[in-house]
């Protein structure tokens, strides 16, 4: 028992005192740290519901991709087909049941077909594998089935494009430090600590972005009339709430040529507006159009809606221009973000958000800290009350504890959440049980007669064994918390995880020391306990 | 300087005597519970039924029926409004999910919402807002119900291989039975059930564990050293032995809870008055359910030695 070497005891401090250190930059302000250079200085990040800010959890609209997919490919092989020489007659070409299907007019031609189409099954990716299966019924009608690993493929190209494209927008929101992760198949997390706005945050993400520009239909129309051919009716807001518009299906030119968008005023004016600049073969179309069109109207559509539909008063030849559309600042700025950032190749819908005010969150952390404060205190009179100087022993334990595992917590890179002051408070509770089951055992073993160093060995020794067991299970729940919790349930878990680990160390080992160094000095006949 | 002991020495209570009381009185109390939760159900939060809860904050408490007829205008289903906090300064606004399901439609009630009520309101300032689509809820429940089984499982096998298996079962029952007990408390008083509520729950298992594994493992010992003492005896001995240390851990953990409780703000009051709960219900297991089954259990000091077998009850490895 009192055989405890001083290298032991200088490695026990030592150890503690690094890991104390570690908790250092954590409470010192940005401005400090940042000073330290390549001074390493881990912190603890704050969840978003201490910093405040938004989580936001999206889904890809997997179908959609599908479909429109079958939609391009159909459109692809009719260009195929109609330039082929010599001419391949078809017909009754339809895209139900999610099938490319047509018939050959000519059954002659069907090797000549499977020709052409062979070039249009592909191989997805580096399998090898075909994206779609070529089926003929009849000797003329040709099917195409999408395969399952030609659509895996398209989904997963398109998430990481959409991932990035997500990280481009939300980065030139210009907010700290925002994590994008993708989730399984179809899932973006987005988390954005300290946003003032979840709104604005949403309805960039909302966009999928697709710049369209279409010539108007002149002709006469009544809603729920009849739509000339190639031409479409469309949605216009700035007309009013159901207002509509007739134009032509063909897009004269698309936003897939734009180099810069930027939210801009118009001369002479207080109005946002939208500045584009296109790319030189982009500009070159557009000075083109606006030439030919010079007197006609143009509809601007974003995302099947139109924005603006100006008459082309003259020739636009410089590759720029501006849409205008009753915006406001933040809805102008909007739009040039999600026009410049590119558009989305899959729809993203928010299925989950959790957003905290930045009030919220600092009145948090000062109710969490005071908590805390007040729970060290508590705890710490009523050991020293009912323990005496075994109490106070325990209380050095403690303090030590929560230095510890913040240390610890930023070592990790870990996260502060509100559950996660709660853990620490929590861990203040049940470090001390530690020392209670120690400290009892000490006051059974006094009772039972045992001498001051016998009783004090035993209960280290008998009360150690309990301490690993009652850790181990409280470990389990703190473990399962962790693989399935999500967010706030996660943060508190990896508190409560540290805390065992740590509480364990700072309540047998460290407290042990004290005693032992204490007894060895004293040689005690009696103890207060 | 005298110090304070709360139980005093040699305490020698005859906990087991009422153990058939305890076991008719637990057993109402699980069917209260379990009938309670069937029938009024959990105050369930956004996050497992999915749809949308908006805190607003306000300079000056705000007139709930004004506030309620503000939303009630926009026809977005049933509003349902809380004060949050003390001070009536902050109130939550709870909607069902929007009917629509295209992707602008919870975003569009979010922003009507919070239109109506900053124009009615001019000094409503934006606190926090939680949107939870039908099928998320859905996979949080599972994850939910998952993590506390799992916890249940794992902790009954490690009690298995520790101790026998005798351990195993009664502390499972007595995990059951604080579950039961925080559920029902739960439906009883209508306190929203949330995500941070089932962390809460798993940490209460974890609690009630602790609490049984030090009582367990005195039981364990006492068993050794008193191979001719008759369970009951054993039981009551280690009951007794460990109860400062129950009592001094239970009132720890409650003062720091409590000043959680009262300083900690109103966002985790649900998740420590979970807590509290846990802490009296599972230092009650401990006694009364797990312990006590041990001896319904036929659990018993070392056969070899011992002079009075009881009929029928099985061996023990």
Redesign the interface.
Known sequence: MQDFPRWKVISILGFLACLMALAIPSFLPDSITDRWGGFPHPKVNLGL?LAGGSYL?L?A?TNELVKNRLEAKREEILNDINTATPPIQIGDISTDGGKLSFLLRDVRQLDATRELLNKQIGGAGMTGQRDWDLSVIDGQRIVMTPTQAGITQAVNTAMSTATDVVRTRIDKLGTKEPTIVRQGTDRIVVQVPGLK???AL??LL?KTAKLEFKMVDDTPYVAGGIVPAGSQVLPYPEGGPQAKILVKRQAILTGDQLVSASQGFKPDSTEAIVNFAFNAEGGRKFARITQDYTGKAFAVIVDGQVISAPRINTPILGGSGYIEGRFTVQSANNLAIALSSGKLPI???????????A??GA??IH??I???C??VA??VV??I????RFGFYADYAVVINVVVIMGVLALLNGTLT??G??GF??T???A??AN??IN?RI??ER?RGRSVIQSVELGYK?AS??IF??????A???L??LL??????KG??VV?LIGIVTSVFTAVTFTRMLVVLWIRKNRPTEI?? | ?R????VP??TNLPFVSLRKWAFGLTLLLSIAALGLVLARGLNLGVDFVGGLMI?E?FDTPPSLDTLRSTVDRLNLGEVRLQAVGTDGKTISIKLPPPPSTD??A??RV??QV?AAVTKAFPDA?????????G??SNE?IG??V??VV??VI??GL??VL?FEWQFGVSTVVAIVHDVLMTLGFFALTRFEFD??I??AV??I???S??DK??ID??IR?NMRRYRKMDMAGIVDLSVN??L??TV??S???????F??L????Y??RG??AA?ILGIFVGTYSSIYVSSSLLISLGLRPDPKVDDAPAAGTPKVG
């Open positions: 519901d959890l889904e609209d706005d979840p709104k949403k309805d909302g729809t993203l819908k928010v299925i989950e958000e959790h957003s905290v005010g009030d919220l009145d948090s109710a969490g005071l908590a805390s007040i729970a508590l705890v009523f050991m009350v009912t323990y005496g509100l559950p002051i709660a408070v929590l203040i509770g049940t001390v049980d209670v089951l009892e006051r059974e009772r008998e064994r309990t067991e009652a850790n181990a299970t409280h389990i729940s703190g399962i918390m399935l919790g999500s967010g706030p349930v508190f878990a409560l207060n306990i | 300087m110090l304070l002991k709360l020495d040699n805190e904050k992707d602008g919870t975003n979010v922003a919070q300032k934006f606190s926090k807002q939680d949107v939870v689509g099928k998320v949080l994850k939910g998952l993590a799992l916890a794992g902790i490690f009690a520790r995500l941070n089932v962390a798993l940490t298992i974890g609690y564990i602790n594994i030090v493992d005195r010992e032995e460990t400062p240390r001094m851990t009132v720890t953990i409650l003062l720091a809870l000043a959680l009262i300083f900690g703000g966002v985790l998740f420590t807590m």
